[in-house]
């Protein structure tokens, strides 16, 4: 069986792997603060724009209390992490209905106190006058204190359905979120996908701008696992690491992720080929589906495409391939997520167009 | 001002406060464990045919310990607490859209861990084929754990939009909560003034018969404040005194809800001849309403009456009365609630009507 | 029987009685807008200086939004609310290990996230210097994000032990939370037996002036029930009005708390007339007491003495009176707690006094 | 500078490098029921007396659902988990004062709404009088709602301090756990290093039979990251699938954790090798210090080994050493933890011996 069912099919980067062999019996300190992690965590910085190369000193030192940078071991705990450090606990973070955090977290945002004022999307995207009618529609509740009080705005960037939002749907969102003083996160799981696309014209230089924190995706995006925080707003760094300790997150042997990212993230631009490589191979089957006459359920230029199959369709290609089955059509068609990744072989997406 | 624009404007029946006057001076322990609090919680559990009059002594020990029957200040903090008594962390609540919990008790649900799994409504009730979709939603997800299970069901009775549940809607809810042993609770606010409605065909034991838990609303039914929660169920009973204790919500001088519902409950049947007079001005109202063509929101037969109004008309009836503003229709009406309650002067109701 | 157990086992000062009764039928908004509660918020910000009378029209509104009083239903939800409001997630509340929040609260503190940071205390009083150890501990621990940050700072005046802070402790204690920014809460569940003790040199503007935020006990002071926060650090007054609607504290019939507020700190200085005459009571037994050679196991001078009996001493007494027992010394003598009152009568005093 | 500071300073055995090397670019499901982790488990279950070799088939299915075994990434993750699990609101978790859920997880058991019964030991070991007292104190106290109820037990083999639970020891506070209806948790985050240690007359189907959960230490242990969690009661595995991904934990690529397990647990028994590796090692720093005339705080046969030192002979040390300095004794002198580990090499532990 060839799998596209998700993208954390297979280990990691081999370059990773190499680079952990090459390490493995040396001592460093635990938790994040080793020299492997403070370099990837001012690398990082640098690339989105945060301090100038020259000026990385100070963030060793900043890095190791306040923090730029922080790497997580996975989605969940980060989302939950940063939304339980931004909250008050009255307060709500607004997200599409679809939103990761509002449909396959099990709660872990509402076992942290909070509700997900969930927006219904179509297409998984928020605009910004949904997100400011949410508000407003708080502001003038004549019950105002009888209701959650929105008090940031999560988007996942791309979308759970593979879309983009463009740098101009941003710039707008952004600018209500700091018109009314919320902080604005973006999910990134899957930011390389994104970045990578022919479709964004947004950098990541842009994403750093436009909002408060980020993360940019490691688990799905060639490492074996591990996520960067990225807190651009000076705000809401204070004391994160405790937050991280008690969520869970802090690997002992943070020089994992250090030394992950740091691959990722070094000189030879791997993040960018590995996501550029899955991006490639995505495309082809987008025009194969489309070239097929497939109708696509969201139309996306990222590592994630979504057709719509009769039940036949997808049970002839389940023979040989294992996909993603989600919803159900009112039309009696499945929509089918076929994914590709930093890992994908491109004679196994031959294969797949073929089967089509 | 005339005030009609919800049911807790007023002090409390007048036999309330003689009997709080007559008791001032008396010492008792504290707690909810005074000989008045357990004699209303007995009688009231009698009412609900929970046990038998002749067999009222077992109960006095077992109210002070398990407990059927107990008596707490205030809705939210009942819903609060019964749903984190029963939930495990990683369940959820099933809940309309417009239920009180998910809309004004400011996240309380969320606060103790826990989301409102929150189907849409178009007028604020739940049908039994929409719970048995959510929960065969959840148990058929590919992802099963990565989602909120279902764990209860909340109603509220009548709903937020002063509708009722009929006995046969509630006799199939209940069922497909036992099939799929999920509690069913229903939030009582108003529960008097459901039973006392002509529309309603369920009385007060079958809604014991039918749930696992629900309160007998004092607060908007006559009592100064004050809610009884009856737990029909005993599985749900077990040290339920800690988590009313944890929520804040343990009275130190618990007699004074003990002596209101005591006073509600007696022989005169103050509970129902207050209920009773409030849907008798309501129904006043609601044909007042008809016979001018107004066109009503919800075909409520309970103390809160929807009017649709233009903004006109609204604004001409303000001057003399208070009435509670809501949600504008997409052709620019506005849907007003008016409340009568247990309070509420037949000349003041005479007088909206004449200014209809 | 006569009781001496605790200090909640009647109703409430007639005059409140009397002002409900009066009221009754009035019509007033709910949730603790209406004209008696705003008056009684004012009245209480003049006396704790935090306002002078004529300026107090500003107050009016600012007690709808941000809001320096609010009146709450009970202790346990006060501090709750209080603590949930204050502190981060990371953070946890410095109080001593017999405070009530550490011991009597169900684990409410716990239950919204937090961790109490318990100080060992002979007497239930803290020391600034236990207070410093702690803040300093934490600071220089080199695992300092592994560990709860101190938040903030929980005393209870008087202590659950009957004593007092005087002046000059208080002012230390206020400077060292001011030192290193940590807030300071006053659980005031007895404030008036406390400022009304000859041992107290504090006043109730002192203790407004050396705090964040403190309460002003009711329940156990002459309301029915009832606890008036202050929060005299307008950092803190944001959004509060939502936390106290999660929190299930926000009494739907909030004139209740005003009016009775209203009452006890009307013109005829009734709350220091109520609790003058419980230490009276109190003052008298303490010298009965010491005349009839009983060890004092705390050297109260407020409402609540605490002696050592013997078994059989605690026996005889208990044929006529409720007593409190408590702790075993290691000798086997028991810690009798005997609480005075707003409502203990003269002549029951004396019966107790000729009994020991 | 060579570390023995801890024992989480190097990456992991050679052998699961190796491994995760071999099967890097295999594509496989997530979330921990890919065949590698399904394998590990059985294994696991196996080892621990749970299931017999040939009735492994159904463990596969039953993994896979309600599940025995289960793979977390971390320590501070899977205590919150495994407490969150088992504890209703109200409830508390008994630990030693010094146990690390207490002191060193930043109130992650508090942030999921719970509080540590904290007991007082000089040595971080309860005994189960201990236990029992405080079981007994709450149920014989007056105001029992008023307090938190404890709700399980938790102990950590070895404790922080290096001691080790006698099989005697065990098997009585299981008795009085079983007695009362607690369970009882063992953190074993270095359980190979206790298992493996001279002074252990306990085998890892002894602690499978006493305790109802309990977890295997990867991490600390020649793992990457990992800790393995043992359901041996089959009253705690309900759903806990769903509280490991609500707590962050669930590992996308969830066979990096079972092919760990698989390589430690499998035929060469290399945990017991890695185990017994760190154990040699300090066991000749535990004779060095006794012969050098040094002082043992704690009288510890496992890896962790704390000396009483001079400030000078600490600062000595620190030239060539890296050393965990621990708290100050009244006397001036430092406690210092000297950690072996599966990694520690020979001749660095020569080192350390010549100069102490």
Redesign the interface.
């Given at each position: 069986?060839?799998?596209f069912?998700?993208d954390?099919?297979?280990?990691?980067a081999?370059e990773i792997?190499k680079r952990?062999?090459q390490?493995?019996?040396?001592?460093?300190?635990?938790?994040g603060l080793d020299p492997y992690s403070l370099q990837a965590k001012r690398q990082i910085a640098v690339l989105c724009g945060l301090q100038r190369q020259k000026d990385a000193a100070p963030l060793w030192r900043e890095a190791e209390t306040a923090g730029t940078v922080h790497f997580l071991?996975?989605?969940?705990?980060?989302n939950?992490?940063v939304i339980?450090?931004l909250l008050?606990?009255?307060?709500?973070v607004i997200a599409a209905q679809s939103g990761h955090v509002n449909?396959?977290?099990?709660?872990?945002i509402?076992?942290?106190?909070?509700?997900?004022i969930a927006l219904s999307s179509y297409d998984g995207k928020l605009t910004a006058a949904q997100i400011q009618n949410a508000i407003l529609h708080h502001l003038y509740d004549?019950?105002i204190?009888?209701?959650?009080?929105p008090g940031m705005v999560y988007l996942s960037f791309p979308t759970e359905t593979g879309l983009l939002y463009t740098k101009n749907e941003l710039e707008t969102i952004s600018t209500i979120c700091r018109q009314y003083s919320l902080p604005l996160y973006i999910d990134g799981a899957r930011l390389g996908y994104g970045l990578s696309s022919p479709a964004c014209d947004l950098t990541l230089q842009d994403i750093a701008r436009l909002t408060d924190l980020f993360y940019i995706g490691g688990?799905?995006q060639g490492a074996?696992?591990g996520e960067a925080l990225v807190i651009t707003n000076p705000l809401y760094r204070r004391?994160f690491?405790?937050?991280?300790?008690?969520?869970?997150?802090?690997?002992?042997?943070g020089r994992?992720l250090g030394l992950q990212f740091l691959t990722l993230f070094g000189k030879n631009k791997l993040y960018q080929r590995l996501s550029s490589h899955a991006i490639g191979q995505a495309m082809r089957i987008r025009e194969a589906l489309l070239d097929k006459h497939y109708e696509l359920a969201y139309d996306s230029y990222t590592n994630q495409q979504f057709a719509l199959m009769t039940p036949e369709q997808y049970e002839a290609l389940s023979k040989d391939f294992v996909l993603d089955?989600g919803e159900h059509t009112p039309d009696g068609r499945l929509i089918v997520r076929i994914c590709t990744c930093w890992?994908t072989r491109e004679e196994n997406v031959t294969k797949l167009i073929d089967a089509l």
């Open positions: 069986m060839i799998y069912a998700c954390y099919q297979e280990g990691c081999p792997l952990l062999a390490t493995n019996m040396e001592q460093t300190v635990g938790y071991v996975g989605g969940t705990q980060t939950d992490i339980r450090a008050r606990p009255h307060q709500g449909v396959h977290e099990t709660g872990a509402e076992h942290s106190g909070h509700k997900v004549p019950n204190e009888h209701c959650v009080q688990t799905k074996l696992f004391d690491r405790y937050l991280i300790k008690q969520g869970g997150a802090m690997l002992a042997k994992l089955e890992a």
